[in-house]
């Protein structure tokens, strides 16, 4: 069987005060994670505060946008196209709840390495997704 990915609707985030750099990285190709400088910690989804120690002293590190799927669900019915979510950790930072996109939804395996592709929302934002590497597809 052969789940082709389909380009699908993507809504806008919600915005909260101080993500603009978040979404202006992906617009230019690139994934960014906040960095903890008090814990040393990297976190995902980007926060005022780290969720690890509390602290304020938080700043943007910009990632390599690979990584490996950790797990994932390919939702078939009830939508108007098939899509899969899946919990990539990154190599150079934390796991993140994301899309695989632009492949066969029926060959996506736990462990697969993947990297970032930006996909566009209904209002222009780009927003981080992953599809396999090239050089290993399960």
Not at 30 to 39: D, F, G, I, S
Not at 102 to 115: E, H, M, S
């Amino acid at each position: 069987m052969t789940t082709d990915y389909i380009d699908r609707k993507i809504n806008d985030p919600a915005l909260n005060p101080g993500d603009e750099p978040y979404f202006d990285a992906a617009s230019e190709g690139r994934l960014v994670v906040k960095h903890c400088n008090a814990c040393k910690q990297s976190h995902h989804y980007p926060r005022a505060l780290c969720p690890f120690c509390w602290s304020s002293d938080v700043e943007w590190t910009t990632t390599n946008g690979t990584g490996t799927i950790y797990t994932f669900s390919v939702t078939r019915r009830g939508t108007p196209a098939p899509y899969c979510i899946a919990y990539v950790t990154l190599d150079d930072g934390p796991t993140m709840l994301t899309n695989i996109v632009d492949t066969d939804l029926d060959r996506v395996r736990i462990g697969q390495r993947v990297k970032v592709v930006c996909k566009k929302s209904e209002g222009g934002f780009s927003i981080p997704m992953f599809t396999p590497s090239h050089d290993q597809q399960a």
